[in-house]
């Protein structure tokens, strides 16, 4: 036998498998990346932004334990902009566009920079098992690698397809092969596998577009960054252009309808409802006269725009004829024509909560492979993924974020209990803690985790703890001194005379108060950091809510720690409804909680898992 | 799943037992005493036999099967004659094939629960229909059986759903183009649905009192005519439910079904002032219960009129007595007016049960108080703007999960043992 140079294979170098390698790597493991082109590395498939509302907060979050995107995306970010802004903390989404050749060098870079971890080109073309356990890859050129664990990211290539118009082209996406063996080979395994679609738009020539016609969007002031270690964008900000769909551009489109891949009948995958191609868009939403479309550069010096919002499967000629009929446009010049993509998922229903296929233990998988489309939501899977892959190479208990932990909690638990019927994309409407969940706390809420673990540098731990002291001293200077209305009508806020006295965190929690008013009262408060003062008036905002919701939350804890055995059978639970025993036979939850949020769950059928499982449990004793 | 089985009916003389068993082995069970069943969904004439060929009785034996029967398992129920003797030996040859046991109470409604044949209220609705002694509470318990709290809770979630829908577009869509100015829509079903569940709480007092029976004191000075006209009431053309010595010596009560309304009319001692120890507790416990009751008759002796008396408690009708020596008001000697006071006391009764009133029970009164609560708090928000919207929504979905609760739909564990424990054996 070959000696084992490695912990972990990670397959694919997108967004998961990036974040994928990257962890293990920092959780101790000898890492090897494999993945087609290293120069494809970080590409971003499709728009050039990373952020926005939900997945703005899983960057947050993915910084929080030490990953890789929001660094990289602080890097090459040209337009940050906060989404939201005017609406409460916790549903404020960081977004930025990103330079795409800045984006991928900086990923390149973060992994190039990182102990522990290797990268290899080749494309995997088999999965080597033994005893049912997965041992290795096997690459196309027939040489074998073998490791502990192996972490599956391949995006949109296992059995890629390409629609433009009739015309189908195999690819993972424009440009790259698609990944048919490896496809292959997870149909011989019997892996539940399922058929999804997404689009991309046209890309145009920045300098044949007519600028001065449009309406442009200018990034913030004052931009929140999405790395904790961040403190300014470094690329220069720049603006982006609006303009519309109009009449005209609908006629195009829809006396063309059936040229299009979608509705010509060439596609059978399920696209995401969310993310409509503009025939969707024409079809589905006839009343509407025009749709807005962002003309986004892909960058500084790229001459390249994205047109945000009009994807498209429809052939060459169509594209050009409704682009052109399009303010601002009416010169422009395609350089890569948009498309739709089929492939192939997993029913990620089959997954455990630590992202592992069960029936092949040592297998992870991350991504858009699991039903999910976008670059965070990948990313935040690969971080887990990758994590977990490592810790069961190297003996450590699995890592789980709950679902009132964070956003990639509700993602993973989501993705393995309730399954998908589209493309999966986070929103913070996923999110039932979604008051204590906020973008500007993630460090609070999975640093302190990561930390244990022991996947954070030095210098993060540093800044957190210097910040979490600075937390500490702020919350007692606010809830020490109490203040009477007469002391707080003179700093201008407008109170009742009704004798009662306010601490300062009670003071916070007014409407129209901000800390500006609290400093006038606490001096001490006023010497905090700016960034301190802002989080702890977010947190009194919120403080009631937040309270009120901690009793279900520990209710949530409570049936996250009743674990349900993998082995349980559910065959000889009596009293179970036939459709609700192949629900639990399929999902296999891993705890009482997860049981039950199965779709169709009730309360009755859960006392009967729970009898058996202290049934089992005294059996065993 | 174990089987069970049980008495379905009540145990002692009667022209027909009913013995139900449910579970897995109900038909093999049912097999070993009959030979043979009918088919599915019908009924066959058997001689049934023990396990050492004794005949036990000729009956009726009906099939279910697996989902269509009452608790959505396989049941087989044995129709007996109805004795005593009959009822014991069947049941010792169930028992002996050591296929089944005896039901716990209220089990078999517990796995029609479990089987989602019924939800929550009900089962509530099922026990109250077993409890229903009139026709106004044989309704309302068929409304509450049939599902009728289900459809409340679906139609206020379905606009909680919708609310909250388009507060959570402008949430999470707010870089596409979605409505920004919801409001106006959020505004109307929170209001709507914040009217429905008012207008069950206003009918809730009425509708828990009709499901315990009204309660009607007769007051007034000693010797006006009070017992009498208990008497009269309890004569009367109306059927009596029970009659029951009151908790002190001094209060009657007369339970009767009034227009389909359970009322207990109570006897109370007469009003007055008195130095005797044990007349002034009897005339104060009279004052007591006549208060806690939903309506007061106050009698008054139209032949020896006492003015400016003050029974100390607020009045709904006053009645002048012995009409048969003044010629005025009603007499409860002649029966003369009495009709006419059983119509006023059953319309005024009446009034308080409202048609659409659904929740009757304590749980549902304090699931629908705090789905109250939560959207209340929402409409607050609401109308401060939309800043709040994350909180909205937060309020809107603690509605509905109250709502929820309202038919079981989560944290009913606890609340499960209660009910079933109200539960008589094969019910
Ligand atoms: C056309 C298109 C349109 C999209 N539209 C949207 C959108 O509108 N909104 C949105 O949010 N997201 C969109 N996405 C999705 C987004 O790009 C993905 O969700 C995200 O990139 C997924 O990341 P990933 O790491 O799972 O996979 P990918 O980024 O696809 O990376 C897969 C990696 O695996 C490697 N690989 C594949 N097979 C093998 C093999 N056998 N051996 C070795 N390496 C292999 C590839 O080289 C690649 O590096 C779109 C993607 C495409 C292609």
């Known amino acids: 036998m070959k000696q084992t140079p490695f912990d972990v294979i990670v397959i694919g170098g997108g967004h998961a498998g990036a974040e994928a390698a990257h962890a293990s790597a920092r959780a101790g493991a000898r890492t090897t990346l494999v993945t087609m082109r290293a120069d494809t590395i970080g590409v971003m498939s499709c728009n050039p932004a990373i952020g926005g509302l939900g997945k703005g907060h899983l960057v947050r979050e993915i910084d929080a334990m030490g990953g890789i995107m929001g660094l990289a995306a602080d890097r090459s970010g040209i337009q940050f902009r906060l989404l939201n802004r005017r609406k409460g903390p916790a549903v404020r989404g960081p977004r930025t566009q990103s330079d795409r050749a800045l984006y991928k060098a900086a990923i390149q870079d973060l992994l190039g920079q990182q102990p522990n971890l290797t990268i290899l080109v080749g494309e995997v073309a088999d999965l080597i098992l033994r005893d049912g356990r997965i041992e290795g890859v096997g690459l196309s050129d027939g040489s074998e690698l073998r490791a502990g664990a192996v972490v599956l990211t391949t995006g949109t290539f296992l059995r890629g397809v390409i629609h433009i118009g009739d015309r189908k082209l195999e690819g993972g996406r424009m440009g790259d092969r698609p990944s048919n063996r490896l496809a292959q080979r997870l149909r011989d395994l019997d892996l539940p596998l399922g058929r999804l679609k997404t689009g991309t738009p046209p890309r145009l020539r920045s300098s044949s577009i007519a600028w001065d016609s449009l309406d442009m969007q200018a990034p913030d002031d004052d931009p929140m960054l999405f790395s904790y270690l961040s403190k300014a964008p470094t690329a220069r900000q720049i603006s982006c252009g609006i303009t519309h769909t109009n009449a005209r551009t609908h006629e195009i489109i829809s006396g063309n309808l059936s040229r299009s891949a979608m509705y010509g009948g060439h596609i059978e995958g399920v696209g995401p409802r969310y993310c409509p191609s503009i025939e969707d868009k024409v079809v589905r939403f006839a009343d509407k006269s025009s749709h807005q479309i962002f003309l986004e550069p892909e960058g500084l010096d790229s001459d390249v725009v994205y047109p945000n919002g009009i994807s498209t499967s429809l052939p060459e000629d169509v594209q050009e004829a409704y682009v052109r009929s399009i303010v601002g446009l009416e010169q422009a010049e395609i350089l890569q024509p948009g498309y739709a993509i089929e492939y192939d998922y997993v029913d990620p229903q089959r997954l455990t909560a630590e992202l592992e296929l069960p029936d092949l233990p040592g297998l992870f998988l991350a991504g858009q492979i699991n039903g999910t489309t976008g670059y965070e939501e990948a990313a935040a899977q690969g971080l887990m993924a990758g994590l977990n892959a490592a810790r069961r190479v190297l003996g450590h208990a699995p890592v789980i974020l709950g679902r009132a932990e964070a956003y990639i909690g509700v993602l993973i638990d989501d993705l393995v209990t309730r399954g998908v019927t589209e493309p999966y994309r986070m929103f913070t409407s996923r999110a039932e803690y979604r008051l204590s969940l906020r973008a500007d706390n993630a460090d609070q809420r999975l640093t302190p985790k990561a930390d244990t673990l022991g996947v954070i540098a030095e210098d993060r731990r540093v800044l957190f703890f210097q910040k979490m002291e600075a937390l500490d001293r702020g919350r007692v200077l606010l809830s020490t001194k109490r203040f009477t209305p007469r002391d707080i009508a003179v700093t201008g806020i407008v109170i009742n005379q009704d004798g009662q006295r306010r601490s300062g965190m009670e003071i916070l929690a007014f409407p129209d108060v901000g800390v500006e008013h609290v400093d006038q009262l606490i001096p001490e408060f006023a010497a905090l950091p700016d960034e301190v003062r802002t989080q702890l008036a977010i947190e009194a905002t919120y403080k009631t809510y937040v309270d009120r919701q901690q009793r279900d939350a520990d209710a949530l804890r409570r049936d996250e720690d009743l674990i349900i055995p993998r082995t349980l059978a559910y065959a000889e639970i009596g009293g179970l409804s036939n459709e609700l025993r192949g629900k639990l036979d399929r999902i296999r939850p891993g705890t009482l909680g997860q049981a039950g949020r199965i779709d169709g769950m009730t309360p009755a059928a859960l006392a009967l898992i729970l009898t058996r499982i202290r049934h089992e449990d005294r059996r065993r004793a | ?427």
């Open chain 2, 1 to 427: 799943m174990q089987t069970i089985f049980a008495l379905a009916t009540a145990r002692g003389k009667s022209g027909v037992a009913v013995i139900r068993i449910s579970g897995p082995d109900a038909h093999q069970v049912a097999t070993c005493l009959a030979g043979d069943l009918p088919r599915p969904g019908q009924f066959a004439l058997r001689t049934l036999r023990d396990a050492s060929e004794l005949l036990l009785d000729e009956g009726l034996v009906l099939r279910f099967d697996a989902p269509r029967s009452f608790t959505g398992e396989d049941t087989v129920e044995l129709q007996l004659h109805g004795s005593i003797a009959v009822i014991r030996a069947v049941e010792r040859a169930i028992a002996e094939t050591g296929l089944a046991r005896v039901a716990e109470p209220g089990e078999f409604t517990r796995r029609a629960l479990m089987n989602g044949n019924l939800d929550l209220a009900q089962v509530e609705g099922l026990s109250d229909l077993i409890a229903a002694e009139t026709e106004a509470q044989r309704q309302q318990a068929q409304g509450l059986f049939s599902g009728r709290m289900r459809k409340f809770a679906d139609r206020c979630r379905a606009d909680l759903l919708r609310a909250a829908a388009l507060i959570e577009a402008t949430i999470d869509f707010a870089d596409e183009e979605v409505p920004v100015d919801v409001s106006p829509e959020v505004g109307d079903l929170i209001g709507s649905v914040l009217g429905a569940i008012d207008e069950q709480i206003s009918g809730f007092s009425g509708a828990e009192r009709l499901r315990h029976g009204f309660e009607v004191a007769i007051i007034g000075q000693p010797n006006v005519g009070k017992s009498t006209l208990l008497n009269r009431i309890a004569g009367r053309d109306i059927a009596i439910t029970s009659e029951i010595a009151g908790t002190t010596r001094d209060v009657l009560e007369v339970r009767v079904d009034l227009d389909g309304l359970p009322v207990t009319f109570l006897d109370t001692a007469g009003l007055r002032d008195s130095d005797d120890v044990i007349e002034k507790i009897g005339v104060a416990r009279a004052r007591e219960r006549a208060a806690a009751a939903d309506l007061r008759i106050l009698l008054e002796d139209g032949v020896e009129p006492t003015h400016g008396f003050d029974p100390g408690v607020a009045i709904d009708f006053r009645y002048e007595t012995k009409s048969d020596i003044t010629g005025r008001g009603i007499s409860a000697f002649t029966g003369e007016g009495i009709d006419r006071l059983l119509a006023d006391v059953s319309a005024a009764l009446a009034d308080r049960v409202s048609d659409t009133a659904i929740a009757s029970h304590e749980r549902h009164r304090q699931a629908i108080m705090r789905a109250r609560a939560s959207l209340a708090e929402a409409d607050l928000v609401f109308h401060a703007g939309i800043e709040g919207a994350e909180i909205l929504a937060l309020h809107l979905r603690d509605g509905a999960r109250a709502l929820d609760s309202l038919i079981g739909r989560m944290d009913v564990e606890a609340v499960l043992g209660e009910i079933f424990a109200q539960f008589c054996i094969g019910k």
